[in-house]
Structure formats: C-alpha cells, structure tokens
C-alpha cells in the first residue's frame, strides 16, 4: 500500500509562487508516475502535470505551461511542483496522485488533498 503525503499548499497574492510537495511511502515500485491533479470549486478535477521515474515530464493543462513546474528527487520517492506567477484561476485543491504505469490517466493512489488559495 502506498500513502501520499503533500504539503506546502496555502494562500498567496497574485503573482507569487508556492511549492507543493508530496512524498510516497510504499514499494517505488507502485509509483513510477506521479504527478499532481487540481479541482476548483464547481469543477470537475483536471490533470495537471506529471513526471515519471525516468524524467520523463507532461503537462496536460496548457494554462500552466511556462509558469508550474514538476521535478522528482527518485531517492526520497517525492515529486514537487513549482507554480509561479500564479493566477486566481489556479486556486483549487490540489491532490497528489501516483500509477503503477506510465502517464497519470489511470490513479492508483490519491492524496489527501491540499488547498492553494490566490488572492487577487
């Protein structure tokens, strides 16, 4: 079984940046994609970018393309993603999400959840 602990969510101006972070427990094995979705209230939960063991990077929602960015330290099982110039559209909850497979389409585990807040 694999757990997913994130961090680092909060409120911030427009304009600022947060770093979310999520460390796995579990096999290394289970997690060889990982990466972050987000829902926005009244909206459905989108992907929004994620990495596998190899580096290998993708970011599915164009609105974050040039501002967030996804990285993996492989040796503490932990993904982060920078989000600069953040905008209030980006305010949502964040979950940190994991698969067994290549991509992130298929979940096989979830995060609690962290909320990230843009004030304008």
């Known amino acids: 079984q694999v757990q997913l602990v994130e961090s680092g969510g909060g409120l911030v101006q427009a304009g600022g940046s947060l770093r979310l972070s999520c460390a796995a427990s579990?096999?290394?094995?289970?997690?060889?994609?990982m990466g972050w979705y987000r829902q926005a209230p009244g909206k459905q939960r989108e992907l929004v970018a994620f990495i596998t063991s190899g580096g290998r990077t993708n970011y599915a929602s164009n609105s974050v393309k040039g501002r967030f960015t996804i990285s993996r330290d492989n040796a503490k099982n932990t993904v982060y993603l920078q989000m600069n110039s953040l905008q209030f559209e980006d305010t949502a909850v964040y979950y940190c999400a994991a698969a067994k497979g290549l991509g992130l389409w298929k979940v096989d585990y979830w995060g609690q959840g962290t909320q990230v807040t843009v004030s304008s």
């Open positions: 579990g096999s290394a094995f289970s997690t060889n994609t």
